[in-house]
């Protein structure tokens, strides 16, 4: 009866273990995506972008921060931050009727994107209040 429950424990054990591992699996999805904008249409695409980043924080609850910055020196160079619930939310947002509509407006303007994809290391945000 001892080594049927020694046997018994352990397979809970493993079962535990692989569900964690299924869930740890989930993590947040985090990228960077960096534009150059043509000149000529940059206050039209940042109108576009500003749209689009308002309503998917708004309405999907798997987004969770979208960021937009300029560079200082070159405002035609625009890196998004981007962090995602998991995978599965940033899949819907690519589908997103609003994200497509963005796609469509914008891909005139943008000259290049490189989309890089990040780790998590720290990240700390104080609230509003």
Do not use: W
Request: proline share 3%.
């Amino acid at each position: 009866m001892k080594k049927f429950l020694l046997i018994l424990n352990l397979c809970m054990l493993s079962l535990l273990l692989s569900v964690n591992t299924s869930a740890q699996k989930k993590s947040t999805v985090v990228r960077l995506a960096k534009l150059q904008i043509d000149s000529a249409q940059l206050e039209t695409y940042k109108a576009a972008l500003k749209e689009e980043i308002e309503t998917s924080v708004r309405v999907e609850p798997g987004v969770l921060t979208l960021y937009a910055v300029s560079d200082k020196d070159n405002p035609t160079r625009i890196t998004i931050f981007e962090i995602y619930a998991d995978e599965d939310a940033y899949k819907a947002h690519r589908e997103t009727p609003h994200f497509k509509k963005y796609k469509s407006l914008t891909k005139e303007m943008v000259k290049s994107l490189d989309l890089t994809e990040a780790v998590p290391v720290i990240m700390e945000t104080k609230s509003k209040k």
